[in-house]
Each structure stands twice: as C-alpha cells, then as structure tokens.
C-alpha cells in the first residue's frame, strides 16, 4: 500500500507535460499572427519580383538586337 502511495506522489509531483516541454499557451495565436505577417510581405515581395521581371522583359523586347 505504501508503495502505491509513494508512486502516486511521484507521478503528482512531477511537472505536466505543457510544464515540461515550456508550451506557450498563447503560443500558437502568437504563431498565426506572425505567419500572417510573413504570408503578406512574401506577397508583396513576389509582386514586386512579378513587376520586374515584366519590366526586364519589356527592356529586353525594346532593346535594338
């Protein structure tokens, strides 16, 4: 019977699995806040990718061969 008494105080002091992988509760709203961000400059980086390398093609259309 102790032993059982001595396993069940072990198991209950020993830290939670979110305590023991330091989980952020607030982590995974954080996350998608800051992928969205992300998801938004990549956006606008590939549009602008998209503009020159319009602009590179035209110049190489207009260029005397």
Known sequence: ????????????????????????REGPAKRAVKLRA???QFQKLNEYCDEAAAEIRASLERAPR
């Open 38 to 40: 992300l998801q938004q």
């Open 1 to 24: 019977m102790q032993a059982m008494l001595a396993l069940v105080e072990a198991a209950a002091s020993r830290p939670s699995p979110a305590d023991r992988f330091n989980i952020d």
